[in-house]
């Protein structure tokens, strides 16, 4: 969702001054008509993310609403220092960029694939956590970020511009396809997944019932409240996260449903989470899903009842 | 901002270093050896280099100073109080729970410190942005930032040394305590860092010498120059637990409680050198 947030911050850079841009000597393109109109607020501080954390944590410090921008995994987790006493300590006002979280990078190796970084960047106090689910959401999180809060934000995007055919309410949190939030089961998954959500919907059958679909984009503060809403309107709930288990999504939820949600209303529940292990094998992103065990045939299964977990 | 003659100099430095004895001592422990070390920095710039307004921490036009070596904190207390931004022997809260002065520089707690630092390699980094910041913004005020030169082991400084020179500032000056030491050892027996000189030119600083204790030196050496065309290192020599002879250059008193004994020799030994120097 490079393009996305490029635009969105085209648009706001527009009409406030404050805001800066500022790479890891990555996005070839991305930000080419950013850099036409606003040359001297695009930096490109070259392949030093702790370098670059840190020199923006002293803009926002005079004032500036700096975007920091790199791969997630060298920004996470090289950065982590910076990012937990320069950014999050100091309370400063600007925004941490991970672009290809997950295994979005697919094919380019382990190295860059990023399954941690929502649940590292969850352990640090004050910071905010989202990973917006469309194109269209990117824009919202950028006007959040600026807007309604004086916080940092960690948000994770993938590289690619993922098409959501269906309508989404906005929850604040989280987002779903409004016609099936009253069905028997559904699948909450982590904001990135949802256009794979949605194509997992749509190869079912006419006779069989789609279960309903959220995905959550606020990792943090976690939407503790609206979790236990959404459990206790559904028998049957299946997690799928693009991450691994320790500190992921699954195990907020689980934590919510024992903590939150009367024992008589606990839904089945059901984990899919990355397998954790680095991922050698040449791939593309949705065959690393499937190899990490996010199987579409088998989550399927569990959501229309043909099998439990 | 005020100018310090010779002998008042000398007189600041030495009560200074008994606060920071008799802190340590009554707060259980501190970073003595490099709190010893990084004094006449501090009260150089305190007490004549750097323009600030002590009831008004947040003045726009006030130079900037980011104390990345945060664990020499004691010497940072110590110049604050004496220049009118601690409340009158808040040093003796050192420590002490629900106090503002914890063992690293905090800046939650303290207006005039303007960042949080304990973990090194941090202040560097931050210094080159706000510096940048204030370029941006065209606003004539310098920062700077003082580093040890153990610090000087972090990477990250040398990549934000990297990101100072392109970015061309010469509203920049980085000091570095320089005492040759670090926690357990001298620095050249543990990872050494010399020649710091060559180093910082090769990255594109200019790079001044001076004796980190000579007061009339530093306040001379340290004001940046109008015409400073690149940012700047000054490295300052230095001895770590200068003024205690029991401590100078020993490694147990990188962070040490003195006993009453050891602090009240210390003080005898300050006192005659404060005689003999008066």
């Known amino acids: 969702m490079r393009k996305s947030l490029a635009e969105a911050l085209l648009a706001r850079a527009r009409t406030d001054e404050r805001i800066l841009l500022i790479v890891g000597d990555i996005g070839f393109g991305v930000f080419d008509e950013f850099r036409r109109q606003f040359p001297k607020r695009f930096l490109n501080t070259g392949i030093a993310e702790q370098a670059m954390v840190g020199f923006a944590s002293g803009l926002a410090k005079e004032g500036y609403r700096p975007i920091v921008y790199t791969i997630a995994p060298f920004l996470i987790g090289r950065a982590y220092d910076q990012v937990r006493v320069d950014v999050a300590m100091h309370s400063r006002h600007m925004l941490l960029v991970g672009v290809g979280g997950g295994v979005s990078y697919g094919k380019l190796g382990p190295t860059h694939h990023s ?15 989202c990973n917006p689910s469309s194109p269209a959401r990117v824009s919202v999180w950028i006007d959040r970020w600026l807007d309604n809060s004086v916080s940092p934000m960690f948000m994770r995007i993938g590289r690619d511009e993922p098409h959501v055919s269906q309508t989404i309410v906005d929850d604040g949190a989280i987002v779903g396809f409004p016609r099936q939030q009253n069905a028997a089961t559904a699948l909450l998954v982590s904001g990135s997944l949802l ?20 995905a959550v984009e606020e990792i943090e503060p976690f939407p503790h409240r609206r979790i236990a809403e959404l459990l206790q309107g ?10 691994y288990a320790t500190g992921g999504l699954f195990s907020r939820v689980a934590s919510v449903a024992l903590s939150q949600v009367p024992r008589d209303s606990l839904p089945e ?6 397998e954790k292990r680095f991922y050698f094998e040449v791939a593309d992103a949705s065959s690393l899903l499937r190899a990490g065990g996010l199987t579409s045939d088998s989550i399927l299964d569990v959501l229309l009842g043909r099998r439990n977990g | ?42 009260i150089a710039l305190y007490g004549s280099v750097m323009k600030y307004r002590r009831n008004e921490p947040d ?118 305590d320089n005492n040759g030491m670090e926690s357990l050892d001298k620095t050249e027996n543990i990872l050494s860092v010399e020649p710091l000189t060559d180093k910082f030119r090769s990255f594109g600083f200019a790079v001044d010498v001076v004796d980190g204790h000579n007061l ?12 400073q065309e690149q940012p700047r290192a000054v490295i300052a020599k230095t001895i770590k637990g200068k003024g205690v002879s029991f401590a100078e250059g020993v490694p147990m008193w990188h962070f040490r409680q003195p006993t009453s004994r050891e602090l009240a020799e210390a003080l005898t030994e300050l006192d005659a050198d404060a005689q003999i120097s008066g």
Not at chain 2, 70 to 94: F, I, K, T
Not at chain 2, 216 to 227: I, K, T, Y
């Open chain 1, 115 to 129: 399954l941690d970084d929502l649940a590292l960047a969850s352990l640090i106090p004050d910071l905010r956590v």
């Open chain 1, 195 to 214: 256009t794979w959500a949605q194509g997992l919907v749509e190869s079912l059958s006419h006779d069989e019932v789609p279960p309903a679909v959220y």
């Open chain 1, 234 to 243: 559904h028998k049957r709930v299946v997690v799928a996260e693009e991450a």
């Open chain 1, 269 to 274: 529940l059901y984990s899919y989470s990355m």
């Open chain 2, 1 to 42: 901002m005020t100018e310090l003659d010779g002998q008042e100099a000398t007189q600041i430095a030495t009560a200074l270093r008994r606060r920071i004895l008799e802190t340590a001592h009554n707060g259980g422990g501190g970073h003595i050896g490099g709190s010893l070390s990084v004094l006449e920095i501090l």
């Open chain 2, 59 to 176: 003045w726009e036009y006030r130079d900037r100073l980011i104390f990345s070596k945060g664990h020499s904190v004691l010497a940072l207390y110590a110049c604050l109080e004496r220049w009118g931004m601690l409340r009158p022997s808040e040093l003796n809260e050192y420590l002490v729970d629900g106090s503002r002065l914890p063992g690293h520089s905090e800046h939650v707690h303290i207006p005039h410190i303007e960042v949080t630092t304990g973990s090194l390699g941090h202040g560097l980094g931050i210094a080159v942005g706000a510096a940048f910041a204030l370029q941006l913004r065209g606003i004539d005020a310098h920062t700077f930032v003082i580093v040890g030169d153990g610090e000087c082991n972090e990477g990250s400084n040398w990549e934000s040394c990297m990101l100072a020179n392109q970015l061309q500032l010469r509203n920049l000056t980085v000091i570095v």
């Open chain 2, 216 to 227: 009339g030196e530093l306040v001379e050496r340290l004001p940046p120059s109008q015409d």
